[in-house]
């Protein structure tokens, strides 16, 4: 159950991000942001996920790979429990 609220929680988080609010200027959506975003979220193995995303570019699209090599470098810390 908490697993299942954390994702819930990651994945209205990230929506949010590309939703306008009075006063702020809303992200312009852009899908490998958003999965970016939303991996980060979800906690490590989704880090990592998007670590392999960044390093096979044989694999995946170009902006993909170019998004997601900020999992190599630019994460923010996670939280350990």
């Known amino acids: 159950p908490s697993r299942t609220l954390q994702a819930y929680l990651a994945v209205s ?3 949010q991000d590309f939703v306008p609010r009075p006063g702020q200027k809303a992200e312009e ?8 975003k939303l991996f980060e979220r979800l906690g490590a193995t989704y880090v990592k996920l998007g670590q392999f ?3 096979s570019p044989s694999l995946f699209p170009k902006e ?13 810390p996670l939280e350990w429990n």
Request: glycine content about 0%; hydrophobic content about 45%.
């Open 13 to 15: 988080r990230t929506l």
């Open 53 to 55: 995303v960044a390093s």
């Open 29 to 36: 959506f852009s899908a490998p942001v958003a999965l970016r």
């Open 64 to 76: 993909y790979v170019l998004e997601f090599q900020k999992c190599l470098d630019s994460t923010e």
